[in-house]
């Protein structure tokens, strides 16, 4: 299925934001100002940055989202032919535009991206596509922003969207750059055709090395290994049709300790032990583990893969040499192909570090409607991993950040945005 096939409800459109880019990019250099000054600039079109400028719409501000791609939704249209959302379909949705219940409770990737340009066009937002945005910088009371082709755009209030994922992470691991084999990063992996026969080493089990192990298994590799440097918590996407993104809504707020508690108790009834097979439970709670930073994995097919024997834990990698890869435990292994699924980086230094906005993680020091002190007027969206769904989380965000962006500059009044 290509992502341009009308199905569901949701046929292909005409893409508001291609006209728009036209018109903007050959009458103007400068985005023109609106009569209440200058827009407010939303950098990045993901679920993050149109839901933020639906919501200022809504409360007649007038946004701008600046893309560097060539259509919204560009994460969703390069992920691998196979996710879905592992959160609900209602749980998901952005302000102002139901999902249609013909997308099923779990969302297709190429549904994803026709849900988005059908949000960009019910909400006729006004996106740039093909403008990337190097920096930011502070004018006065204003912004200006520093984007393809030399232009310098002033906006009187910054919305940073540019994505949690943003550029492919791989590890400086020894010996890396004279490795002969077959090596990508989980970004560039679609389907395991070109994999067939073949044996195929993933490293990282986040939710991306889990999914694409089970792929590799299910689609014809020859063998597939997952290497794994810290056990994860693995929970069921559903338990008795209750879905783990609702556990993760209603658990969020309570004590870590608690919390943790609970997630040894549901896993144990929930899901099996696979200690026989190199995945013992963690020794840290799922909870402790988040606020470190890593999530759980949805078992959408690894558990069944391991018990089958068609997925083999094996070591961290800890070096390349030659054509083989060093493992944690001393072993070598000499696989067809590497795939990395180690994760991203924000990538947000040379956009906005020089501002003093971001922690030693390089993520902002402040989030959703709340500006870093020393530059108000600059919002980050979608920078959180949260338990209960980044979907959810970016459309309240968006509400809050829109709120806040429309008090400060004298507006306010929302209109109802039409379901
Ligand atoms: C494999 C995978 C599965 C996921 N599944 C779920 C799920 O089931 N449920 C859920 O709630 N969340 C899920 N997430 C997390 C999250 O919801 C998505 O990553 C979501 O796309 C984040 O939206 P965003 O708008 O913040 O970022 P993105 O979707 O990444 O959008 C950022 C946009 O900014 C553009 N951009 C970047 N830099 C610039 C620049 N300098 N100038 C101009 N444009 C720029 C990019 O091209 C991109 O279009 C998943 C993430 C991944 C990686």
Redesign the pocket.
Known sequence: MTDSQPKSGLTETHSVYTSLRSAFMSTTPLAPSSPAGHPVYV????????AVAAALRARGVRAVV????DA?????RA??DR?????TRRL?ALPGLKMPRSFGRWVARADVVRYLEKYAEKHELEIVTG????RVERAGADWVLH?TGGRRLTGRAVVV??????TPRVPEWPGLDRYEGELSHAREYRHPGPYAGKDVLVVGIG??GAEIAADLAEGGAGRVRLAVRTVPHIVRRTTAGWPAQRTGILVRRLPTGLVDRMGALMARAGTPDLSAYGLPRPDTGLATRMREGAVPVQDVGLIDAVRAGKVGIVAAVEAFEGGEVVLADGTRIAPDAVIAATG?RRALEP?VGHLNVLDDRGRPVAHGPRSPREAPGLYF??FT?PIS??????AIDAEKIARRIARTTGRGQKREMPL
Request: net charge neutral.
């Open positions: 950098i990045g079109a993901g679920p993050g940055g149109l600046l893309e560097r791609s919204v939704g560009a994460s969703w992920h691998y996710l879905r959302l592992h959160t998901s403008v990337e945005v190097f984007a969207a540019t994505g949690f994922n943003h939710n991306t991203y956009l969206t979608g991993n769904g980044m979907f959810r989380e970016l």
